[in-house]
């Protein structure tokens, strides 16, 4: 059963698995850097709207792309609840 193991590990490309680990650190980077933003809004939601328009609109746009990239499966709707309410 080892030698079975071996071999699957073996049949993944090393390049194939440092992409996969470099992927795994900029999403959870991603995750981390949201967070933080979604919790400076929190924390002063004034700054948030003092924004000019298209800048107010381009920030939402970049967390609602941050998070439906980190949540997958989640509907949009779903998603632009849970950013207005943060």
């Known amino acids: 059963m080892d030698s ?5 590990a073996s049949a993944v490309p090393p390049s ?3 992409a996969a680990e470099e992927t795994l650190a900029a999403a959870e980077s991603v995750g981390d850097h949201l ?12 700054a948030v ?11 939402f746009l970049a ?5 439906t990239s980190l949540l ?5 709707s779903t998603l632009l609840l849970l950013v207005a309410q943060a």
């Open 63 to 67: 967390v609602a792309q941050a998070a």
């Open 49 to 59: 709207a003092e924004l000019p328009p298209l800048l107010r609109a381009r920030a």
């Open 4 to 8: 079975a193991a071996n071999d699957a």
């Open 35 to 46: 967070s933080h933003v979604l919790a400076a809004a929190a924390a002063d939601p004034d």
């Open 72 to 76: 997958g499966g989640t509907a949009p």
């Open 16 to 18: 194939v698995v440092s």
